[in-house]
């Protein structure tokens, strides 16, 4: 299966700060890659290495067979990529509306209808200032401004963190949507047991280095592994089935 985004030996570096060490990592077409690690561990400076915001000073990054190594975030996001940062940045002042009207539509089938479909909470509350959403609703409306860029791969990273239980699942579900919808997804999360339900493919990250790539299936069979591997996240984890 041909790769949505592909990483190989990326060491990025704060100042002198040497963060990643040799990171490679595969986000297949059309499937959902998950991107797990405890705190620190380097996930999020991975998301900003391959968005070109901090860029690696060595390795090599492709996007749908380009070499997007040394472009900057714009350049990259015109190939189809959809990138949702930690922290749910809505513009407080602007209604859930004309939030969405902020992006530049790219051509493609997602459309406010179908936007308000799949985020019915959105639809009621589209007069509604972002200041006045729950830290849910706040994280809906990101990643629906993201899909009205009708984007190819969509990149998030830790959406479903702060969040209450009842609407991690909502955000789950809605991640899980994307994929058959046919967006290629890449997820970076420190909820394992949730990301190993709906993922495909997982990667783990310790201290800058992957040290577990394979199946999420797989790793969600061992959960004594999933503890281990991806720390303070995986305390709540109980044994569940993967899902597709």
Known sequence: MSAALEAEGLH??????????????????????????????????????????????EGRITVFGMDTTA?????????????VPEGRRVFANLTVEENLKVPRERQGPWTFARIYQLFPRLAERKLHRGRQLSGGEQEMLAIARALLLNP?????????????????????????????????????EQNARMSLEIADQAYVLDDGRVVYSGAARELAADAARVKALAGASAEEWTHGTAGS
């Open 71 to 83: 472009w900057p975030a714009f350049r990259i996001a015109a190939l189809g990529v959809g990138y």
């Open 152 to 188: 190819r791969l969509l990149i998030l990273d830790e959406p479903s963190q702060g969040l209450a239980p009842l609407v991690v699942r909502e955000v789950f579900r809605i991640v899980a949507e994307m994929r058959r919808e046919g967006i290629s997804v890449l997820l970076v």
């Open 12 to 57: 990025t570096f704060y100042g002198k700060s040497h963060i990643l060490h040799g990171v490679s990592l595969r986000a297949a077409e059309g499937k959902i890659t998950t991107l797990l690690g405890r705190n620190g561990a380097g996930k999020t400076t991975t998301l900003r290495s391959l968005m070109g915001l901090t860029p690696a000073r």
